[in-house]
């Protein structure tokens, strides 16, 4: 039986766009199930029908909303349900279709219009209206699917959302893959075994009346779901292209176009390196262009405020609780949500080092969201998920003056509307490129089963896990311009160059990136060229990070007094590309202290104590990939090195024979910091506890003493983040509570240890000095 509408208005006459054509055979019997919430939206499917439906169809046409659906299903000939709706287009601009922020301004939806517009749309643009049919089911198939999900509730109800989402695929093949956007979540984690299941266990276990559990946990997955639209998609993504202004976005379009072939397998779990604010909406658009839906993107809810929060939520942010360790409720809801969108197959990301960098390298990664990933994975949320690392890297950063000042110990400025403000204006200056790159992703249910193996100790294998994606991200990483030209000013620490000396220091860093085949940026680095380095010290110098002096014989360039810690921010994003160098130098300078039988062996024992030394700022391959890569250095010195005899002067001459030398200009800010954490500890009562706040507070206070004293080298030493990684490590050899005498002996011999590294790198260093006079060399 087909209805016909009664009552539409009048000046609803002109045809519709070509329209889908009937979705079954001749002679099926179909069940029309119509989604229209509008008189123009009935009229229009009528006439689609009127057009579409073969002469003698028997075709009932059934609301969605219509209670008669349960009946429908269960008459006799198994009939076809056909759901079927109108989709609303924007119109189109610069050969894109998407919603404006000056239609959220001028309170429209281009993609929900009201009625009246509707009735012009149709009337005047009727390339904006289309007729979707979704593909058909037979009702003992949508039985079958809902019997197997073992949901609650009533068949006509799944069946009314099952449509839905089929719907929405219909209309992702008219409007793009961008708009994928979930349905019905909370409705359908509420109503899966799954969930049933994981509430009954956990009311069990802390006594607890089952219906309570379920009505709390659904309330905490109602918080944190992300209520998708596609207006918001469309207005986040503009208010995203403006934010980003400052930059032009430098796309790993390969990597991505691979990541497109596995998604249509499996989910993927974007983990991107954080420097700034402007992470995600730049991830945001250089996915969206390659087609991408938008990502649940879970982050805190400290950025969850007003005006920005309820829009960045609908289009697609997940704001979790800053804390909620002691909520066995919360975190359950946050295992399904997250098990739920693996089987849907809804890409995730967050950002693994918990938040932004203050130093420009990773920093250590946090395990709790992605510990409560692999609960959800192995909860049977899908079959694989690809973990994706992701370097996103700047030219230039307009708060990296802020982190700089936070980490001598200046108070963070809250976020919130003045803070945005202030923060948007500042990105009308142009501070050049941002480069996306996308590591080799790693599959979770292969790094599970190796970490599962016979034998494998499982119990760090989440803390492994992300240990090895920082490690691909860090690979991933491009050496930008500004990271070279920043390493090499910084290496001759406050001394001026001219241009000349400045390329003096890069040619030999040159050739050592293209004799290890580095990742760069698009294109060459440009640096060998006048016009490619003045590029690169002009942006450094308009942003205030480098000083030019132009009134003497010639222009000579230096990093500002004041303005170390930003330049190491820009040198730090490369940094760990040369650490195994470093590494090497120092390795030879231990060796030239004095003889020893076995050379080869205690060249690997001391890259050993380094790597472990460094292992809380660095994040090194495996212990035997490691030892293949320092290895591979020293054959860069010396193919025959192992040949060598094991005498000082050997390793002297070998030490002197590298170029570059970078220990000093890579290392030397790091063990520095660590000197002045392992100094300040061995100075302490060891039965007196460390107060962390206190000690951090003190270290920066020293540390800033002894850069006016000139005993320590490195401004950029002075960093709460390095000491925090130095603390760190304390802590790991059990420095840091409480003891006797022992204790105390075994904090003098941690920074005997440090001084030690420390004195090499100054060896490294005089001996640059050396022979940069009167000329500057290599480093």
Known sequence: ????????????????????????????????????????????????????????????????????????????????????????????????RAAMLRDVLALRNPRRPSESAQRKIVRREPDRCQVLVAAPATASEMRARFERAGADGELCDYVTRQAVLALDRAERRLIGTQYKVPRFVSEEIAAS????????????????????????????IDEMVASQSRLAIDVWGEFGRWLARAYTIDIDRRGLERLQELNREYPLVFLPSHRSYLDPVV???????QGFPPNHVLGGINVGFWPIGPVARRSGYVFIRRSFKDNEVYKLALRQYMAYLLSKRFNLEWYIEGGRSRTGKLRPPRYGLLAYLVEAFRDGGSEDALLVPVSIVYDLLYEVSAMAAEERGAKKTPEGIGWLVGYARAQGKRRGTVYVRVGEPLSLRDALAEESAPGARRRNEVEKVAFEVCHRVGRATPVT???????????????????AEIRGVLDPLLDYVERRELPTTSGDLDLRTG???????EALT??????????????????RPERHLEAAFYRNAAVHFFINRAITELILARAAEGPSPRLRDEAWEQALRLRDLLKFDFFFARKQDFSDEIRAELAMLDPDWEQRPAEPESARELLASAHPHLAHAVLRPFLEAYEIVAERLAAKDPEQPIEDKAFLA???????????????????????????????LAANRDLLRPGGAELSERRRAFASEVRAEVRRVAVVRELVRGEAEPEVSAG
């Open 542 to 559: 308009r942003n205030g990070v480098v000083r030019q002096f132009a009134d003497g014989l010639e222009p000579v360039y230096g990093i």
């Open 531 to 537: 016009d490619g380095l003045n590029r690169t010290l």
């Open 481 to 499: 311009p500004t990271s070279l030209v920043t390493l090499a000013l910084l290496g001759v620490e406050e001394r001026a160059l001219t241009f």
């Open 698 to 728: 003190e270290c920066v206070g020293v540390a800033r003493q002894y850069v006016l004293q000139k005993r320590l080298h490195s401004p950029e030493s002075i960093s709460r983040e390095l000491f925090g990684s130095a603390m760190r």
């Open 193 to 220: 075994a799954r969930f049933r299941s994981a509430v009954a266990t956990l009311a069990e276990r802390e006594q607890r009346p089952e219906r309570d559990v379920a009505a709390e946990a659904a309330d905490c």
């Open 283 to 289: 991830l945001r658009s250089a996915m969206h262009e």
């Open 1 to 96: 039986m087909v209805r016909h509408v009664i009552g539409a208005h009048p000046a609803v006459h002109a045809p519709p766009a070509p329209q889908a054509g009937w979705p079954a055979k001749a002679d099926a019997r179909t069940i029309v199930l119509e989604f229209a919430s509008t008189a123009t939206e009935r009229e229009v499917l009528d006439g689609w029908l009127s057009g579409a439906r073969p002469p003698g169809a028997d075709a009932r046409v059934v609301d969605a909303e219509d209670p008669r659906l349960a009946e429908a299903l269960a008459a006799d000939g198994d009939p076809l349900v056909a759901p079927v709706r109108v989709a609303w287009l924007p119109r189109e601009r610069g050969g894109t």
